[in-house]
């Protein structure tokens, strides 16, 4: 089974709608992050939690929140889709202990598209 | 603001050839150097993490280096298989997070 697991794999949504995409992992880890890819731009980090408690933004968190639920799970939501957010969705974790300190682990991705 | 580098954007070699890739920053002060591959369409795929105390990781046919002082990294794959087509992007570990250059994308021909 994956470790880090991500639902929906893909999405389909109108201008305007609120979606939520869901992130699970088994790691144990207790950092959480959330990424966008989009083409010729990479990876940016859109929001990041390194405990259920603790919640911080990342460089493109207009338009997007997140919540942490519990140490394996963390969701993020669209409150109102534009198409501009048209992109692939990453979940990753990583450890703060231990020889892999820091390294992460990603999920499959959501894609998502905006109509 | 720390930027990553990835050159060349895109490589195709012959099957068998050994080949690098390189990564370079902006900021020395990074916590760690961490090398993924992705295949079309996939997620990211931890191959290597280089600490910032360290000067190379090695996994089967992939060394990766760190260099810090002139803000390089590079990822060298010996005997190159048609199954090592994908593209490669190396993030560095800032304070908190990791920054991503735009990945190689390569392709092995048999």
């Known amino acids: 089974d994956a470790d880090v697991t991500q639902t929906p794999r893909n999405r389909i949504t109108k201008t305007g709608k609120r979606i939520m995409l869901e992130c699970s992992q088994t790691?144990?880890?207790?950092?959480m992050y959330w990424y966008r890819q989009d083409p010729g731009l990479g990876l940016r980090l859109i929001y990041y939690?390194?405990?259920?408690?603790?919640?911080n933004k990342g460089e493109i968190s207009d338009g997007y929140s997140v919540s942490r639920q519990a140490q394996a799970k963390f969701s993020l939501s669209l409150e109102s889709a534009i198409p501009n957010q048209t992109a692939l969705y990453f979940c990753a974790t990583s450890d703060r202990t231990g020889a892999s300190y820091n390294e992460q682990f990603f999920g499959p991705g959501t894609r998502l598209t905006v109509l | 603001k720390q930027e990553v580098t990835q050159i060349p954007a895109a490589l195709s070699v012959p099957e068998g050839e050994n080949l690098v890739l390189n990564c370079s920053f902006t900021?020395?002060?990074?916590?760690?150097l961490q090398w993924f591959r992705q295949d079309p369409g996939k997620g990211l795929t931890s191959l290597l993490l280089?600490?910032?105390?360290?000067r190379e990781q090695t996994s089967g046919r992939l060394n990766a280096s760190l260099d810090k002082s002139s803000g390089r990294s590079t990822l060298y794959i010996a005997a190159s298989q048609p199954g090592d087509s994908a593209t490669y992007l190396c993030a560095g570990g800032a304070t908190n997070k990791l920054i991503f250059g735009t990945g190689t994308l390569l392709a092995v021909q048999p």
């Open positions: 939690s390194f405990d259920v408690k603790d919640i």
């Open positions: 280089i600490q910032s105390s360290q």
């Open positions: 900021d020395s002060a990074i916590y760690n």
């Open positions: 790691k144990g880890h207790d950092r």
